[in-house]
């Protein structure tokens, strides 16, 4: 059973009433082929369309794109440009030439370059979805919604967590502001998501290049819900139907980034980066990581060029006035140890165990500067069994979901996890920190249309200020089983489980 990065991806999806164990073996069966044929006469370029090439990025000094002398050194190295982000200096390659990073980083004007993926381009499987369990039409009908109600917001203990409930009666977001929920995709047909969708600023971002043709942004039949459901839990509408989103006034786009299998590359993350700065977009939503490395190492010559390419088009869109949210990762990992051992990388071909510095190997998009780190926590509202945590790298807390063995909502919500709208015109149940940003994203959303001119810097330090201190869950042993499951540093206003503290809703609606 495999979830298009839903595994490793800090959002695990949970299926209904499922223990954590098998939610963790959520992987993709990825059957990648080895690694391109072997080219001693250096001509695979030139009948590169039937042989197996990889992906790469080429930072160059941002500004202009590549000069004359660069972009004919990575035509000489067997690269063919599939797109160049000149205000960034990223260029998109695809070549299968072994040595054309180490050819072109040679070249001057070449500041970094590195392969994207270590599978190459054409050989990835379709896997099958995990997909969460659909609530039955008998579950929908047993549910008693109040006055005022959507049909299932009785099940969602995750709305009155972070006080969206007390905040809709204040204020359900503004139709100018826009969050972009780059992903696996959107069904925007649903009907939780259809009234809020802002077709204008979704795209396919999955070549590096925007695919601009109607739909393109929809997962098919046989990719991953997760996009779906994170759009949904954003801003799904108060509409008499489902679900009601954090932000259930404002607009939500789909800016799909994901392989069929469920890989997110590096150049279709800076692609979605880049078409949010330039869409009007004022929130991201990531809930995932870069593909093929948990962590990418900057003394990797691989690993420094992706850093650099998707850290210049996050920052280009927080300059445009974007908050970009991400997902902190759902291996309980404490992210300020001084080392972390990763046995899933890369993920596309054959992984090995390795042992990383974290302040030095990074966790992208979600450790890059400026971006909004989401931490997990459950219907207890303790961090999730799962999150990722870490002093100085978690800025703020919201419901993502965690086993209902460990914590219980109160009636009558009756699972741990989190529901949003699955495509098809359904509705389930997902848990990881992927649930968790997108309440911060939701947050961010209803500060921006309370302060529509405020540049994104203040979006941030207003969700921080606001965020209620939540101290450290002193010890952690949220198995019950005696033993400390992870340990929280800090004082009660910023430590390594809750940052800052919990999204506030209310306070973003009425501050
Ligand atoms: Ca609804
Ligand atoms: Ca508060
Ligand atoms: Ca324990």
Redesign the pocket.
């Given at each position: 059973m495999t979830a298009p990065r839903t595994r490793s991806r800090r959002y695990i999806a949970i299926p209904l009433g499922t223990a954590m164990a098998t939610a963790l073996a959520f992987l993709p069966n990825v059957n990648a082929s080895a690694a391109p044929a072997d080219d001693p006469a250096g001509l695979a370029a030139q009948v590169s369309a039937e042989a197996t090439p990889l992906s790469y990025v080429v930072n160059v000094r941002p500004g202009h794109g590549p000069s004359a002398q660069v972009k004919k050194a990575i035509a000489r190295a067997g690269g063919t440009v599939v797109t160049s982000y000149d205000r960034i200096g990223v260029v998109v390659v695809h070549s299968s030439n072994a040595d054309f990073a180490k050819t072109v980083r040679k070249v001057r004007g070449v500041e970094s370059a590195g392969a994207t993926r270590t599978a190459p381009l054409p050989a990835q499987s379709t896997t099958d979805v995990g997909t969460p369990k659909v609530l039955t039409a008998e579950e929908i009908a047993d549910v008693e919604a109040a006055a005022g109600q959507d049909p299932l917001q009785p099940l969602q203990w995750d709305l009155p967590a972070i006080k969206a409930d007390k905040a809709h009666e204040k204020s359900l977001g503004s139709r100018k502001v826009t969050v972009a929920v780059i992903d696996t995709g959107v069904d925007d047909t649903h009907p939780d998501i259809a009234p809020n969708f802002d077709r204008e600023a979704s795209v396919n971002c999955v070549s590096g290049k925007p695919d601009t043709t109607d739909g393109a942004w929809r997962p098919s039949a046989a990719e991953s819900p997760h996009g779906t459901h994170v759009a949904g839990e954003i801003a799904a509408a108060k509409n008499g139907v489902g679900i009601t989103g954090v932000a259930p006034g404002v607009k939500v786009s789909g800016i799909k980034v994901s392989t069929t299998a469920g890989f997110f590359y590096t150049e279709a993350v800076v692609c979605g980066f880049m078409w949010a700065a330039e869409h009007g977009v004022d929130v991201t939503n990531n809930s995932y990581y870069t593909d093929p490395w948990y962590f990418n190492c900057k003394n990797d010559p691989d690993q420094k060029a992706l850093v650099e390419a998707i850290t210049r088009a996050s920052r280009y869109a927080e300059k445009k006035g974007t908050v970009n949210v991400a997902a902190a990762g759902n291996e309980n990992y404490d992210l300020s140890a001084d080392e972390i051992t990763d046995p899933t990388s890369p993920n596309d071909t054959t992984p090995g165990e390795r042992v990383i510095d974290p302040s030095e190997c990074l966790d992208i998009p979600t450790q890059l500067p400026g971006v909004v780190t989401v931490a997990a926590t459950g219907a207890k509202g303790l961090k999730s069994s799962f999150s990722n945590h870490g002093l100085g790298v978690i800025d703020i807390a919201a419901p993502g979901g965690d086993s209902t063995r460990f914590q219980t909502p109160a009636p009558p919500a009756t699972s741990g996890l989190i529901l949003g709208p699955l495509p098809g015109g359904n509705w389930g149940y997902m848990a990881g920190t992927s649930m968790a940003s997108p309440h911060v994203a939701g947050v961010a959303a209803l500060i921006k249309s309370r302060h529509p001119h405020a540049p994104a810097a203040l979006v941030k330090a207003l969700l921080y200020a606001?965020?209620?201190a939540t101290p450290c869950t002193d010890p952690y042993d949220i198995d019950g089983d005696g033993k400390a499951d992870a340990v929280c540093e800090g004082p009660k206003n910023h430590n390594g489980f809750y940052g800052w503290?919990t999204a506030?809703a209310?306070?973003a609606v009425t501050r």
């Open positions: 606001q965020a209620d503290g506030d209310l306070d």
